[in-house]
């Protein structure tokens, strides 16, 4: 890999990790992952995460950026980690609503009430 390329696979390594995603080589990509190029040569090929893993990567991250756990959080955080996780389609993932209430040490008719209550205050 020339600098460039080495450049390139370091520049969107952070995209990657944070959406759960693993670098490869391209010689090592299947046919569900993504591979880079750069300049006409393949760089890196990108193998993306299970929905469900992608789910629990996110609350990890979420949890890291609060610098606690997601139950530790007070309602109006709890409610706002809701909305951003709706956003991010977590919800349209299987056993979504139990996952993220799990993580907020909440109940699932909880979360449907903060998902409720977003959608009527933006009139939906």
């Avoid at 990790?17 to 670098?23: F, I, P, Q, T, Y």
């Avoid at 799990?102 to 449907?112: D, E, I, K, P, Q």
Wanted: net charge negative; glycine share 8%; charged share 25%.
């Amino acid at each position: 890999m020339s600098g460039a390329e080495d450049a390139f696979a370091q520049a969107v390594k952070p995209l990657v990790d944070a959406m759960g995603g693993k670098l490869l080589a391209p010689a090592e990509a299947q046919d569900d992952d993504v591979v880079l190029s750069w300049e006409g040569e393949e760089v890196v090929a990108v193998r993306l995460p299970q929905l469900a893993d992608s789910l629990e990567h996110i609350l990890a991250a979420m949890e890291r950026r609060h610098g606690c756990p997601l139950s530790e959080l007070d309602r109006r955080t709890k409610q706002a980690v809701v909305r951003t996780l709706e956003a991010r389609g977590a919800f349209s993932v299987r056993h979504g609503v139990e996952t993220v209430a799990a993580a907020l040490g909440v109940s699932r008719f909880t979360v449907y009430n903060y998902l409720n209550r977003e959608n009527a205050a933006r009139g939906d």
